[in-house]
């Protein structure tokens, strides 16, 4: 495990609360995000993960350095799943455009704090049982197979356990009260259908970090650089979302770049499990090497999805929120 100066754990939890902070405050009043001012956002979260990953280079080293940016991308790349769920949630629900932020906001600080446990819990058990490898490599080979083979699960926000267990603990309204989370009804506190939202977007980060997990954690074990890598990437994940939407649907070579990363990441751990239980000749596979294929394969998806644009489907349009 790295030997993390307390000051840089400092560094991170103030990066993290003052840009949360600048976030809400500028944001405070409910508004539709545009392309321009996404793009200026993403780019902001963009340069400020880039910049602790250089801190990161200088004092921890070139290995540690490495890992954090492999993780990063490898998080940011697989969170473009969760925007096509964004949009359907926020479909089914039918949020206004303007308070879709707010949602989101609150959405980052519960995945902040849900993938700070799932991280601590997969450091530990990893650790302690190197076999455990192999499980999430059969889960990442799964995963795989479903991308490749299109097989999309089915995701009904309403029938979500989350929401549904809200509805049980508290009564939902069926109108909007602005940006509000609660209302008082007839003397008695009731929820507004944007709590339910948030509710049904911590469900998804729950799902989707079956896969995020096991693969940011086969590029490291180590407790600093897997949890500040994901926090760094879900942190740029609202404005990602503002910029790409409506656009989401023209990168459809996307998710066979994904399962292609997913089953490297697979073959990644195996070859690292093996190295630590069967034979210490087995090779592993570098970071830099991981980072390197990462990086081509985004790449190379992304220029063949604009090359080559899907076929329209007759009486489907693209939707967007």
Not at 1 to 14: D, Q, S
Not at 111 to 129: D, E, K, M, Q, T
Not at 213 to 229: E, K, N
Request: aromatic letters at 12%; glycine letters at 6%.
């Amino acid at each position: 495990m790295l030997e993390v100066p307390l000051w840089l754990w400092g560094a991170f939890a103030t990066t993290v609360v003052v840009s949360l902070a600048v976030d809400l405050l500028a944001h405070r009043t409910a508004h539709v995000i545009g392309f321009k001012e996404a793009a200026g956002w993403s780019a902001l979260w963009v340069s400020l993960a880039l910049i602790f990953g250089a801190v990161v280079f200088l004092v921890l080293g070139t290995t540690a350095g490495t890992e954090y940016t492999t993780a990063w991308l490898l998080e940011k790349s697989l969170s473009v799943d969760n925007l096509f769920v964004f949009a359907v949630i926020f479909a089914y629900f039918k949020v206004p455009r303007a308070y879709q932020h707010r949602v989101l906001f609150f959405g980052v600080i519960g995945a902040l704090v849900f993938r700070g446990i799932f991280l601590s819990l997969g450091v530990a058990v990893v650790s302690r049982f190197t076999a455990v490898l192999f499980v999430f490599a059969a889960v990442l080979f799964y995963s795989t197979y479903k991308l490749l083979k299109d097989e999309e699960e089915s995701f009904d926000p309403g029938k979500s356990f989350a929401v549904r267990m809200l509805r049980k603990l508290i009564p939902v309204r069926d109108e909007y009260a602005g940006a509000k989370f609660f209302v008082k009804e007839a003397g008695r506190r009731v929820a507004t259908p944007l709590l339910a939202v948030v509710a049904a977007i911590e469900a998804a980060d729950l799902i989707f970090a079956v896969d995020s997990v096991p693969a940011v954690l086969a590029v490291s074990d180590d407790a600093f650089i897997v949890y500040t890598s994901n926090a760094f990437a879900i942190l740029g994940l609202r404005a990602l979302y503002f910029m790409l939407a409506g656009l989401l649907d023209r990168f459809h070579y996307l998710s066979k770049g994904l399962a292609v990363i997913l089953g490297f990441i697979g073959v990644k751990l195996i070859l690292q499990a093996s190295h630590k239980m069967i034979s210490s000749d087995i090779p592993e596979i570098p970071s830099p090497v991981s980072l390197a294929v990462i990086v081509v394969v985004l790449t190379v998806s992304v220029v063949l999805s604009i090359r080559r644009p899907a076929p329209e489907k007759d009486g489907k349009d693209g939707t967007g929120p």
